[in-house]
């Protein structure tokens, strides 16, 4: 159990252009999602923190404006770049929590790759 | 903010034991540890945690110090599937991990 499905796993788009990436715990509620960005060989950074129902709790220096969060239901979470530029181009992994036994337990998706012509 | 130190990189021959060490000295009384594994361009994938007693699962055992300042991972049997980089998280705060290398 615990699989989080993450879509699409590749974009590539247009500078200027808006991107939506999905993340969705399939087989189980998510108390919490989180939606990290990795460079190439370096670590993940942590962007937000969501909560279904409320608003994203966005790292220092991540623009909330920039990188929109909504957490609709307890199974999805989704992330846009908005008017993205070449320098968004990163690797975008999103995990999830659940409740009980366990809960601090992060099931991550297969991560999306954008890249930002 | 709770952080972790881990070797940059480890080589292990298959079928041998791969014993991935962590130090945490600043860990917290009620603080896990996690630990996770990526294996290249996916999303890192959950081993293991632990507070304070040894733990094992099917992947892998976990090995806390007394003083909880530092741990070990053991991969019982590597194969070269089990090549990624290994990650040692202590308040959801991801080092560099260490990038393990299981040669035939």
């Known amino acids: 159990g615990a699989v989080v499905s993450q879509h699409p796993s590749r974009v590539i788009c247009k500078s200027g252009t808006s991107v939506k990436i999905e993340c969705r715990s399939l087989?189980?509620?998510?108390?919490?999602m989180f939606w990290y960005r990795q460079f190439p060989k370096q670590s993940l950074m942590l962007m937000a923190t969501?909560?279904?129902?409320?608003?994203?709790?966005?790292e220092q220096g991540v623009e909330k404006d920039k990188f929109l969060i909504n957490h609709a239901s307890l199974t999805l979470s989704t992330l846009t770049v908005t008017s993205a530029h070449p320098e968004d181009s990163s690797f975008y992994i999103c995990?999830?929590?659940?409740?009980?036994?366990?809960?601090?337990?992060?099931?991550f998706g297969a991560g999306t790759r954008l890249s930002v012509l | 903010d709770a952080k972790t130190t881990q070797p940059p990189s480890m080589d292990c021959a298959e079928g041998r034991a791969a014993n991935l060490p962590c130090n945490h000295s600043t860990i917290s009384g009620n603080e896990y540890v996690y630990w996770y594994r990526q294996i290249h361009s996916q999303g890192p994938q959950y081993i293991i945690h632990?507070?304070?007693?040894?733990e094992t699962n099917e992947m892998a055992s976990l090995i806390i110090t007394e003083d909880r300042k530092s741990s070990t991972l053991i991969l019982p049997h590597a194969t070269l599937r089990d090549t990624a980089v290994y990650y040692c998280i202590v308040r959801r705060i991801w080092g560099l991990g260490t990038s393990l290398a299981v040669n035939p």
């Open positions: 087989d189980f509620q998510a108390t919490t």
């Open positions: 632990g507070l304070k007693n040894n």
């Open positions: 995990s999830a929590t659940r409740e009980g036994q366990g809960k601090n337990i992060q099931y």
């Open positions: 969501s909560n279904e129902g409320s608003k994203a709790t966005y």
